[in-house]
């Protein structure tokens, strides 16, 4: 699996959310802001205490609130779906929030443009 603060080399590729020039310009990873900082930050080492964990996904979230790519990385773990660490400024727990939240909403919506059945 590729992190955006490891190499690039045989990686899939998330299209750009935000246009064409990051396309020809190369993948969204190479502007990750993560990339050039402690990738520590970004995954809770084993055993680590909860005010350890909060504080350092804290830190994690300010980098990337810096960063010019984070729409992109938040869709790459929500599409993938990260299990763990900080992507995009959202913990894993929140990432199911939201893809919990994506799924109920996409089911009222598939109810919602259903056929009404005919009545009797």
Not at 41 to 46: E, I, Q, V
Not at 101 to 113: D, G, S, Y
């Amino acid at each position: 699996m590729l992190l955006p603060h490891q190499p690039l080399q045989d990686a899939a590729v998330v299209p750009s959310q935000r246009g064409h020039a990051r396309d020809e310009a190369g993948p969204w990873h190479s502007e990750a802001v993560c990339r050039r900082d402690e990738a520590g930050l970004f995954f809770a080492p084993s055993k680590e205490p909860t005010a350890a964990r909060l504080a350092r996904e804290e830190a994690a979230k300010r980098v990337c609130a810096r960063c010019p790519v984070m729409v992109e990385c938040r869709e790459h773990a929500l599409l993938q779906p990260e299990p763990y660490g900080v992507w995009g400024g959202l913990t894993a727990a929140e990432r199911r929030v939201v893809l919990t939240r994506r799924r109920r909403r996409e089911n009222e919506l598939q109810r919602a443009a259903a056929p009404m059945p005919a009545a009797g």
